[in-house]
Structures are given as C-alpha cells and as structure tokens.
C-alpha cells in the first residue's frame, strides 16, 4: 500500500512569510508524529498526534510553529513569520497506534529553504 | 534526559568488508533502541528495534544489533557490506516510558561503501 506522504517535497520562501507542509499518512494509522532534521543532524522531535489531539507538543521550538490534524488523517504544519534558521527538512511520520512499541513510517520529507 | 551519542561522523569501509557502526544511549529505564537507515531522497526506513527478551536482534537488509546495557550501548554490525549500503545510519531511543512516543535520534553516522 501507499506510504507516507508529504507535500510539498520542496520549498522555498521568504523571511517573514507562512508556510504550510503536509503530511497524508498511511491509511488507518492513528498516530502521526512531525520531526524536523536540520542539515548534518539526526531528526528532531515537534510533535505527535494520536487521532485529531495533540499528545505531546513539547518539540515544538516557539509558538511559530504550529500543527493540526482537524479529522484524524492529513495533518498540517503551519509556521509563521519564518526565520532563516527554520530552514530544515520537515519529516512526518506514522504508526498504526501510538506506543513506543510501533514502528513509525516515515514520508520523505519536505525540504524547507528561508531565504 | 534521554540521549543517544553515534561517535562516527563517517565511515568508509570496502565492499564484502565487516561493519560496526557505534550507538550508545542514555536512558533511566530499559530503553526501546531502534536504527533507522537513510538513503538519499528516501525516508528513513527501520532496519531493526529492540524492546526486550533476546540481546541479539535481527534485521532486514543482513543487519543486526546486540543491546549490552553493561555498556549502554546498541551496536550495529553486518557481515558483509553491499555496494547499496551506503546510507546515513540513524540510532534511536523511544522514551515510551516518560508517556510519549517520540523518538531521540543520534546525529547519524554515514556508511561509504568503496567496491
């Protein structure tokens, strides 16, 4: 079946300006995490969801950063007024349900360039 | 807090050649240990995870990793290295017993394969 996905694969802003990236998870998973990896560095926890909640949010760097997941599927990451240092790859991932025991999925990423 | 340490920025290694690669974590408890491969333009994919029971835990792709908690380590080996190997390893430490599912990823150790 599909894996995770992500769009856009690539994006490249301005200083200041709101970005969104999306994350479609597998089907049927209930748990979808965000991670983000900045060059040279192993990913980063944001964020993780199990259904439309947000369980853990302490990854999250400021309040810039924000993430959704309004019915239990897609989920978004908003960032606003966007810095140079957000630039980064945005990773989502997913498990069937939440536990450290499952496997998180992961897409491949989008790459986010702040000019 | 939990930490994970992968000493090996890069390694290079022939084809048909032995690998180990190096992970050592911190973690209070007994720790869900995982290795992640990455290759470029591909998602991190899991190669192998531990949870409990046997130390010696066996993956795809011939891989395999051995938990010694003598040593807070979770080492990566393989018998002989492929030409596809070559990749940027990741080892992991889920925090499952703090309530959260997030992992901790080290900063990666990249594998170059010479034929």
């Known amino acids: 079946g599909a894996g995770v996905s992500q769009t856009p694969s690539n994006k490249v802003t301005e200083k200041g300006k709101y970005v969104e990236l999306r994350c479609d998870p597998i089907?049927?998973?209930?748990?979808l995490y965000w991670y983000r990896q900045s060059l040279g560095q192993g990913p980063e926890f944001l964020i993780y969801?199990?259904?439309?909640?947000?369980?853990?949010d302490s990854g999250l760097p400021n309040d810039r950063f924000f993430a959704v997941r309004p019915e239990g599927s897609v989920s978004t990451l908003k960032i606003q007024r966007t810095e140079r240092g957000d630039s980064a790859v945005y990773l989502c991932?997913?498990?069937?349900?939440?536990?450290?025991?499952?496997?998180?999925?992961f897409g491949p990423g989008t790459r986010l360039l702040v000019l | 807090a939990q930490s994970v340490t992968q000493p090996d920025i890069h390694i290079t290694v022939s084809e048909g050649a032995s690998l180990e690669l190096r992970c050592n974590y911190s973690?209070?408890?007994?720790?869900?240990l995982f290795w992640y491969v990455q290759s470029p333009g591909q998602g991190l994919q899991l190669l192998l995870k531990?949870?409990?029971?046997?130390?010696l835990v066996q993956g795809i792709k011939g891989f395999e990793a051995e938990f010694k908690r003598s040593q807070s380590s979770f080492n990566l080996r393989k018998p002989s290295v492929h030409w596809s190997d070559a990749a940027e390893y990741f080892c992991?430490?889920?925090?499952?017993?703090?309530?959260?599912?997030?992992?901790?990823f080290g900063t990666g150790t990249r594998l170059q394969v010479f034929p």
């Open positions: 089907s049927g998973h209930t748990a």
């Open positions: 531990y949870f409990s029971g046997d130390t």
């Open positions: 991932a997913s498990s069937l349900i939440s536990g450290s025991l499952e496997t998180q999925y």
């Open positions: 969801f199990q259904g439309t909640g947000a369980a853990d």
């Open positions: 973690y209070g408890a007994t720790p869900y």
């Open positions: 992991a430490v889920g925090a499952g017993g703090d309530n959260t599912d997030k992992l901790i």
